[in-house]
């Protein structure tokens, strides 16, 4: 399946998965949407990473 398939399945827009292609923040009913189409768990498809502190 193409990115741009599945973002028509869930109905998300251009623009959200083009942040997701940037690693940038999308909203968790985003998420849930793909997790559901795709029969998944939000671990399926991302994980946690936390920002690193500069000291």
């Known amino acids: 399946m193409k ?10 827009s251009k623009s959200t ?13 985003v998420l849930l ?3 559901e189409y795709l029969n998944c768990d939000f671990g399926d498809i991302m994980e946690a990473v ?3 502190k500069e000291q």
Not at 17 to 29: R, S
């Open 17 to 29: 998965f083009a942040k997701l292609g940037k690693n940038e923040n999308v909203t968790l009913p």
């Open 3 to 12: 990115k741009s398939q599945l973002r028509e399945a869930v109905g998300a």
């Open 50 to 52: 936390p920002e690193s």
């Open 33 to 35: 949407n793909i997790c």
